[in-house]
């Protein structure tokens, strides 16, 4: 049972952002202080973070809505909905996951929990999109 009233519940629910996340917006400020330049909500598919030149897409997932290992749970509350609801997100991520490398991009997922430290997240971006462009190189 919900500890909150149906109202209250739908009204927390509609607040969640699916685009500028927090989570987004602390790792595009570090990125930029970096000195990278990136676009967001990339594409047909809605990439996160984009370097189109080296194709790197960057997606920063909510541990709730996809999953995390560490964090995420399944609400007790209406199972019906939200396992399949989650389950779903998940098999949106891979499938989404699979076209891009299909046509040549590189994937980064990012948890919400990993831009704790979103230097240290913008750093790991630094090293793959170094790795990708020593690649292109040799």
């Not at 969640?16 to 595009?28: G, N, V």
């Not at 189109?52 to 609400?75: K, N, T």
């Not at 209406?78 to 046509?103: A, T, V």
């Not at 704790?116 to 040799?138: H, V, Y």
């Amino acid at each position: 049972m919900d500890k909150i009233s149906k109202e209250k519940r739908s009204k927390v629910m509609s607040a969640i952002r699916s685009e500028d996340t927090k989570p987004e917006m602390l790792l595009r400020k570090a990125l930029w202080a970096k000195g990278l330049r990136y676009r967001v909500h990339y594409g047909k598919e809605k990439i996160d973070i984009a370097f189109p030149s080296i194709r790197l897409a960057v997606f920063v997932d909510g541990c709730f809505w996809h999953g995390c290992p560490q964090h995420s749970h399944l609400p007790k509350s209406n199972e019906s909905y939200w396992h399949p609801k989650l389950k779903k997100n998940i098999e949106r991520d891979l499938e989404k996951e699979k076209r891009l490398r299909s046509e040549g991009w590189h994937i980064i997922r990012l948890w919400e929990h990993e831009i704790s430290d979103p230097g240290s997240a913008a750093d790991r971006i630094l090293d793959k999109l170094n790795e990708i462009r020593q690649k292109n190189q040799g």
